[in-house]
T-cell receptor, first 111, second 117 residues
């Protein structure tokens, strides 16, 4: 059974800092990995999707990497801003039913 | 283009009552999903559908039922509500033309917050 773990569970950083969020998964036989952002009381917004054949994806200040063999992904946020404060979730698709989600990292960027 | 629309946003049920959570998408997506999110936890899949008339159980289907009579709508039915069903429910959709939803990001609704007392 696929399990997804996100560390740390919560993170507080000053504005402008570069930061890394971690995601690990137990079964390396995945089709893709997605990073989502969730604002309080809202649904999830897809940030980046990395196919199993890819090593990384970039969107603006966000960069996500994928190392399938070690079962790890990182989300790098450059020059963090207060507007980046949210919960970030990663999820993997292993071809069995649907995505398996981690429990998220709650990020607070202090102005 | 509204995306994924869920109604209601909030609901309080008494134990044993029933209700239907509505979900509609206007993106012509073939895959639709229902997840529940408990505090501090990730999302768990309840049911999913790969197209009209086709549904299947997810990780936590007990106490729920779904139907998919059209591409756009995917309602979730709770029968005999229990306190364990207190949660936030999210509907999501995606598109795949290769039989596997492996290339399309998920689009989520804003959720329904349900309390059973």
């Amino acid at each position: 059974k696929q399990e997804v773990t996100q560390i740390p569970a919560a993170l507080s950083v000053p504005e402008g800092e570069n930061l890394v969020l971690n995601c690990s998964f137990t079964d390396s036989a995945i089709y893709n990995l997605q990073w989502f952002r969730q604002d309080p009381g809202k649904g999830l917004t897809s940030l980046l999707l990395i196919q199993s054949s890819q090593r990384e994806q970039t969107s603006g200040r966000l960069n996500a990497s994928l190392d399938k063999s070690s079962g790890r992904s990182t989300l790098y946020i450059a020059a963090s801003q207060p507007g980046d404060s949210a919960t970030y979730l990663c999820a993997v698709y292993s071809g069995r039913r649907a995505l398996t989600f981690g429990s998220g990292t709650r990020l607070q960027v202090q102005p | 283009n509204a995306g994924v629309t869920q109604t209601p946003k909030f609901r309080i049920l008494k134990i044993g009552q029933s209700m239907t959570l509505q979900c509609a998408q206007d993106m012509n997506h073939n895959y639709m999903y229902w997840y529940r999110q408990d505090p501090g936890m990730g999302l768990k899949l309840i049911y999913y559908s790969v197209g009209a008339g086709i549904t299947d159980k997810g990780e936590v289907p007990n106490g729920y039922n779904v139907s998919r009579s059209t591409t756009e709508d995917f309602p979730l039915r709770l029968e005999l509500a229990a306190p364990s069903q207190t949660s936030v429910y999210f509907c999501a959709s995606s598109y795949s033309n290769r039989g596997q939803p492996d290339s399309s990001p998920l689009h989520f609704g804003n959720g329904t917050r349900l309390t059973v007392t």
